[in-house]
């Protein structure tokens, strides 16, 4: 997704607030972390803290004792940020949806179709010689146990069936893999686009909304080098990643590309 800056001032810090003590939650509780050193963000609310003074930080903060910066960012200001991305996407999605897909299948964030089925072709065949492999091997010990081959045939036989049966559990397994994780991928792609298409007036987020179209959000150290304190957030939408919406420009020659390649955006069913 774009970058999407929030100015902001840091309210009334209290540095023992902690969310634990008021049950309290935000939308984006464990979906928010920190780009520097991984960890998740901290929801911090206390009965000395407003509503709009809640806030996030990092977990190795530690009230500046720890291992990271403070990643500081208003729980208000992040659902402003988040929710006007969300509405881009919406608009984006809705209006240039073939462009959408395009865009993501170029970005490798899921195998095409026939990218897909070929490494299912591959997967299938492989598993099928590993099966012939074994029987073979079987009856490879068969004849050499009976004296009906000799020792060093026996031996040269088993290691070239050896060394194959090696590298077809690995082309099986890494092909698994990847099919697995592309299928995950493009459910993904789907409940994205299934749920722009089923909000087409999004003016506020619910923690449904969220759990369907966020994956992960980042918020980077604060910058003050103006006098106010700004602070960069990268939002990852489900199946779709950090997504930067293209100028109108650009669209008109994805849809050109699209035109002229019309299997290059389909994805896997």
Known sequence: MAKFIEEFYYGNLDPQ?????????SLF????????????????????LKPNQEFYRCANYKD??????????????????????????????????????????????????????????????STVRLGEIDKLMSKLYEDNALGRIK????????????????ELIEIVTKGEEVLQDNQQKSDNIRLLIQTFREH???????????????ERIEVHNNDK????????????????????????????????EVRKNPEGHRLVA
């Open 151 to 166: 020792d060093d045939f026996f031996q040269k036989m088993m290691i070239n069936y050896e060394r194959e049966q090696k």
């Open 225 to 256: 080098s103006s006098g106010h304190c700004y602070v960069k957030v990268d939002i990852y939408f489900t199946g779709a990643g950090m997504f930067e919406i293209p100028s109108i420009d650009r669209i008109q020659q994805l849809l050109e």
């Open 64 to 125: 500046g004792r720890g291992t990271c910066k403070i990643h500081y960012i208003r729980n208000v200001s992040l659902e402003k940020i988040v929710l006007k991305a969300v509405q881009d996407m919406a608009d984006f999605v809705h209006c240039y949806e073939n462009v959408f897909l395009y865009m993501i299948a170029k970005n490798k964030q899921a195998l095409r179709k026939i990218e897909f089925e070929k490494l299912k072709r591959t997967v299938a065949n």
């Open 200 to 214: 087409t007036n999004i003016t506020e987020l619910t923690p449904t909304l969220v759990n369907k179209l966020i």
């Open 29 to 48: 509780s464990g979906l928010v972390f920190c780009p520097d050193c991984g960890s998740k963000l901290h929801f911090c609310a206390a009965k000395s």
């Open 17 to 25: 607030a902690r969310s634990t003590k008021e049950n309290k939650t």
